[in-house]
Nanobody, 122 residues
Framework: QERLVESGGGLVQPGGSLRLSCTAS????????MSWYRQSQGKERELVAT???????HLVDSVKGRFNISRDNSKNTLYLQMTSIKPEDTAAYYC????????????????WGHGTQVTVSS
């Protein structure tokens, strides 16, 4: 049974750091590109970061220099390292498997985790 389970979300202060994790099971994790999406209240879902099965990465402009996506295939785990966090980063963050990428961007999300909430507040 395919599963993606996120963890690491919570309340964080502006300027702080947080690391989100996603553990995968039920499929060959190493063969897939993986991504993080987020959705804020009242806004549409946004692709934040993608990492291909060859470890090429892409970040949306708003998080470049602040976030990093990585993976550990031996642990079937995907990470999103978040630093210099801003209030506008407040959102539900989703771990997502990608069936296709274009220029290291996820273009065909095909399986979603349930999400983890990140709230940025003083």
């Amino acid at each position: 049974q395919e599963r993606l389970v996120e963890s690491g979300g919570g309340l964080v202060q502006p300027g702080g750091s947080l690391r989100l994790s996603c553990t995968a099971s039920g499929f060959h994790f190493y063969m897939y590109a993986m991504s993080w999406y987020r959705q804020s209240q009242g806004k549409e879902r946004e692709l934040v970061a993608t990492i291909t099965h060859e470890d090429a990465t892409h970040l949306v402009d708003s998080v470049k220099g602040r976030f990093n996506i990585s993976r550990d295939n031996s642990k079937n785990t995907l990470y999103l390292q978040m630093t210099s966090i801003k209030p506008e980063d407040t959102a539900a963050y989703y771990c997502v498997r990608c069936a296709a990428t274009v220029r290291s961007r996820c273009t065909q999300p095909d399986f979603w985790g349930h999400g983890t909430q990140v709230t940025v507040s003083s």
